[in-house]
């Protein structure tokens, strides 16, 4: 990994842009100055006196990537119940920066981080706010569950109306950037039933309530169809994975789905792939929940691809561009999926006004890939360099070099 200080103005060129909503043919030059766009340039004219120049070359410049769902706290290849329960703040906090790192080398410069112990991702949140070489992190502290519901070895367990709203006023206090609900049973989490509720239309009210009322967003994971519905119903922001399980197997319910596109409920379409081994209980969900996700997408509700990383060894923290391609294949057209990983995605995590696109005023977080990823989307694997607020992070050895005019 290349890294250099913030220059003070930048240049940098490619053959095309993708801006986070659609593409534009180049050559391009984006223009940065104390770590924001200032300027975006169509014409092949001259870089202004003083900036450094890059030229990548036949290579596509777009919005940093932006994984909505991650988990920095886990290791994909341990035991996740068993790392929380053991391992100790600075084991973790070790762990969470190799994580946080895997991913900007790929070309994540912003993840959400939907589910930690003791506030840990807050804490790097924090260190990398300060100048940290990371990524920007959204974060939600534990996820609010009930006692020995999903995830309950993150230490959010909350039971009634009163100690939902408590657990809401605490994350606010700590400085959550959001609030997360296990409204439903989880896949990962033992004895857990992700096709149960785990908290009534009035607890999720509840929460919503105190949550706006502060300030902050929310989002549920839920797989239940039953769950989804009173999330929607309580005016949740987000539903994570949105599965729709019933007692009879995956079946969506459109008119959920109506209320999700009315109120801009944004659905993180946490990317799961059939492999060998599968229980098949699982397998049976998934050929419907990409079905759903498809139909979802099409009639109107803002889908975020996003990975769930961390949460086993098919999940590394690095694979969002991999899931992007099976996404793409299954529910989107390719420049919809690469909106869905960076404009859509950085509204669904509050911040569309600041990064997710290449426009004057953005952050400078450029992702460059090789080729043109909308005629081919696997061109995300094949990074060329990555800018972080201007800041040079990785860069391909044979790129040619920069200069100075």
Not at 47 to 75: I, K, N, R, S, Y
Not at 237 to 257: A, C, Q, Y
Request: glycine letters at 12%.
């Amino acid at each position: 990994m290349a890294i250099t200080g913030t220059d003070s103005r930048l240049a940098v060129r490619g053959a095309r842009l993708f801006d986070g909503e659609a593409v534009h043919p180049g050559p391009v030059m984006v223009l940065v100055e104390d770590g924001r766009i200032t300027d975006i340039d169509f014409t092949g004219a001259l870089p202004p006196e003083g900036a450094t120049l890059t030229d990548l070359g036949d290579a596509t410049l777009m919005p940093g990537l932006v994984d909505a769902h991650t988990h920095l706290v886990f290791d994909p290849n341990g035991n996740t119940e068993y790392q929380m329960c053991h391992d100790d703040d600075a084991t973790v906090m070790t762990r969470m920066r190799e994580h946080a790192a895997q991913a900007l080398r790929v070309g994540i410069t912003t993840l959400r981080d939907l589910g930690d112990r003791g506030y840990l991702s807050l804490r790097l949140r924090d260190e990398y706010a300060v100048g940290g070489l990371g990524p920007q992190i959204v974060a939600s502290g534990p996820p609010i569950t009930s006692s020995r519901g999903h995830c309950w070895y993150l230490g959010g367990a909350a039971d009634g109306e009163d100690e939902v709203v408590a657990a809401v006023t605490s994350r606010a206090g700590r400085g959550a950037d959001l609030i997360k609900i296990m409204a439903t049973g989880g896949m990962s989490t033992t004895g857990s039933n992700p096709g149960g509720s785990q908290y009534g239309l009035a607890e999720l009210k509840a929460v919503t309530r105190t949550a706006h009322r502060l300030g902050l967003p929310v989002t549920a994971h839920a797989h239940a169809a039953s769950g989804i519905a009173d999330a929607v119903a309580a005016g949740v922001d987000g539903i994570e994975h949105s599965t729709f399980m019933t007692p009879s197997g995956v079946r969506l319910d459109p008119r959920t789905v109506d209320a999700m596109v009315a109120a801009g409920v944004f659905v993180g379409c946490t990317v799961v792939k059939p492999r060998e081994g599968m229980p098949p209980e699982v397998l049976e969900t998934i050929e419907p929940y990409w079905k759903n996700h498809a139909y979802m997408q099409r009639h109107g509700v803002r889908i975020v691809c996003c990975t769930d990383a961390g949460i086993n060894p098919h999940k590394p923290h690095d694979v969002l561009p991999s899931d992007l391609v099976y996404f793409a294949e299954q529910v989107a057209t390719n420049v919809e999926a690469l909106a869905s990983v960076t404009s859509v995605a950085a509204d669904s995590c509050g911040l569309g006004d600041r990064k997710g696109r290449i426009a004057p005023g953005y952050d400078a977080d450029l992702l460059a890939v090789d080729g043109n990823p909308v005629h081919h989307i696997d061109a995300v694997r094949r990074v060329r360099a990555v800018y972080r607020e201007g800041r040079l992070m990785v860069r391909d050895s044979e790129t040619s070099g920069s200069d100075r005019r």
